[in-house]
């Protein structure tokens, strides 16, 4: 399984209102480029002309309770920004 789910933030909606060809997705961290690009063209039917990926690491985070402090680390995943053909678009809720 190489995508996840699609990224539907406050930020990746901006991103995609200013470039409405570019979609964001969290990948497998081992997944490359060219298995992210076969990956959405087959699951959405469309032609991918670029891919961009980040990696993020987890970070630690702490809290204060009634019984301490309480440590702990959100998880490191991978990001994919996939730019497509010139006037193709993904529609997320067609299935709702």
Known sequence: ???LKPI???KQTA????????FGFR???DA???QIKK???????VTVVSVNTM???GKKKSRYTKSGVVTGKTSAYKKAVVTLKEGEVIDF????
């Open 1 to 3: 399984m190489i995508l």
């Open 8 to 10: 539907l933030t406050e």
């Open 15 to 22: 991103i995609t209102e200013k470039y409405p060809n570019r």
């Open 27 to 29: 990948v497998s961290p």
């Open 32 to 34: 490359n480029k060219a």
């Open 39 to 45: 990956a959405v063209e087959e699951v959405y039917n």
């Open 55 to 57: 990696n993020y690491s």
């Open 93 to 96: 809720f067609s299935n709702i």
